[in-house]
């Protein structure tokens, strides 16, 4: 299950969390603490990940477990490049080498591996999956560093 999917479970507390509060404000208390702009903000990063979680679930039914856990594991190279795109982070020469070799060696991994085709995935079926798991792994590494 990815992360995403327990969200209902956060929901119960934070409903009971806001029905308590408007118990004991005694003065007009307010349903909404939240202003538009963060609202919005939430909204936009809560559908990407909605989205990533779609690309995840179809590349993953149509790839063997060893190659999807290959391709997910360039979501580290993502996720520190739109770092340092989007909040400017800085990254040390060990780092920028840890991300490069651990995503050559999954790419690597991931391309060699020869007849692992589930059975009744068509060649084709095969790429989608590999191209919407590397869509997930990007969509991803762009989510998590939005400011």
């Keep these: 299950m990815r992360k995403t999917g327990a969200w209902p479970i956060i929901f119960i507390p934070l409903t009971i969390a806001c029905f308590r509060r408007r118990k004991y404000e ?15 903000a939430f909204a936009v990063i809560g559908a990407l990940t909605g989205l990533d979680d779609f690309f995840y679930a179809q590349g993953v039914a149509k790839l063997p477990v060893p190659t999807s856990a290959l391709i997910i594991a360039t979501r580290l190279a993502f996720t520190a490049l739109f770092a340092f795109i989007l909040v400017r982070q800085k990254s040390t020469p060990y780092s920028i080498n840890a991300v490069v070799l651990l995503t050559i060696g999954a790419v690597v991994l991931a391309l060699h591996t020869s007849n692992d085709r589930p059975k009744g995935v068509t060649k084709r079926d095969y790429f989608v999956g590999f191209f919407m798991t590397l869509a997930a792994s990007t969509l991803y590494g762009f989510v998590l560093p939005l400011p």
């Design 26 to 40: 005694l003065s007009n208390p307010k349903i909404v603490h939240i202003t538009p702009r963060i609202f919005v």
